[in-house]
């Protein structure tokens, strides 16, 4: 009778490791995934925070070139920018200006570097905001006069 209680035990003690052992499978896969998850956002956050820039035009004096406002837009970011009408949205006063009516002078810029935007609109005297929003979803406002 003893050795029955033994086999028992000891169909217990297999079971239990097999249990474990799934068990910690399971915890090892949900934990693995987790760490890359939060890699994945860390990356995200990181290409967010290398990606900046600021519109660094005088607000009171807006240059022209025939029927283009010119706008300069510098790199203050770590990363090197690419500047096309892909990349980059620029609304004014609200309004999305269409991408046939905008260009950039440089199809990229390097950090500290800046590029000019042509954009093709008809503005009337007074106060307007423009609006630069470019990769990752970062955005400049620019309250400007006419």
Do not use: C, W
Not at 57 to 63: V, W
Not at 88 to 117: L, V
């Amino acid at each position: 009778m003893g050795s029955s209680l033994s086999g028992t035990h000891t169909i217990f003690f297999i079971v239990s490791l097999i249990v474990a052992g799934a068990i910690s499978g399971v915890f090892m896969a949900v934990t693995t995934d987790v760490s890359v998850s939060i890699s994945d956002r860390g990356d995200r956050l990181q290409d967010q925070i290398d990606t900046e820039f600021k519109i660094i035009n005088d607000p009171n004096n807006i240059p022209t070139s025939g029927s283009d406002y010119i706008f300069y837009l510098k790199n203050i970011g770590g990363t090197k920018l690419s500047t096309t009408n892909q990349t980059f949205q620029i609304f004014i006063d609200g309004d999305i200006i269409d991408i046939t009516n905008y260009n950039f002078t440089d199809s990229s810029i390097r950090p500290s570097e800046y590029t000019t935007i042509y954009a093709e609109t008809s503005l009337s005297p007074g106060g307007h905001t423009l609006r630069v929003v470019g990769p990752q979803g970062i955005e400049d406002e620019f309250t400007f006069t006419i």
